[in-house]
């Protein structure tokens, strides 16, 4: 491969990446907390970077709560009770006083936020609110998102394209030489 060919399939990959680049990057921590009749562990997936106090977003949650699955996190101020900003930062407290929010398997909605510890559940309408113990710690460096389809095609295509293009390129070149050699052996 020549270097104006290499050139060329190198800018198209740069274009791929370029479009690319604003993908974000998340980081894991552990968490889990307990107290009276709850005990809760798992995943949480924030942001890579804080806010002006410190304060990484929670973007996804795993894990369980009294031995149920937990579903997802529920969206900032998604919590139908109150408030939820879904922040957690390293240093304590760990949580706002609006905490973050996330629904069970069985559709209950928890609560757990910094007001002295606290966690809220709904479930069809019953309420209850108890004291807990909170710990998160990061479990991991930050490690890139899935890629989107967008992502994907936006990095692909260019790459896909450039190398079909030098493909053509080589059959292109092989094949007038092959017509040199026969034009020079006449």
Do not use: C
């Amino acid at each position: 491969m020549n270097l104006k060919n290499f050139s060329f399939a190198l800018g198209l990959s740069a274009i791929g990446i370029a479009l690319n680049s604003g993908s974000a990057l998340a980081l894991n921590w552990e968490f889990s907390y307990s107290g009276p009749d709850v005990n809760a562990s798992g995943m949480l997936t924030t942001t890579d970077t804080t806010n002006s106090s410190g304060y990484y977003t929670i973007t996804g949650i795993s894990g369980t709560r009294n031995e149920l699955t937990i579903s997802e996190i529920i969206d900032v101020g998604g919590f139908s009770l109150s408030n939820n900003d879904n922040l957690i930062k390293i240093s304590s407290p760990q949580l706002t006083d609006l905490g973050f929010a996330y629904t069970l398997a069985d559709g209950t909605e928890v609560h757990t936020y910094n007001f002295g510890f606290r966690e809220e559940l709904v479930n069809g309408g019953l309420y209850s609110d108890g004291l807990i113990t909170f710990s998160a710690t990061p479990a991991s460096a930050a490690v890139p998102w899935d890629f989107s389809p967008t992502q994907g095609v936006a990095l692909g295509l260019p790459l896909f394209i450039g190398l079909r293009m030098l493909k053509k390129r080589r059959a292109l070149k092989k094949s007038q030489s092959e017509v040199h050699e026969m034009i020079a052996q006449r």
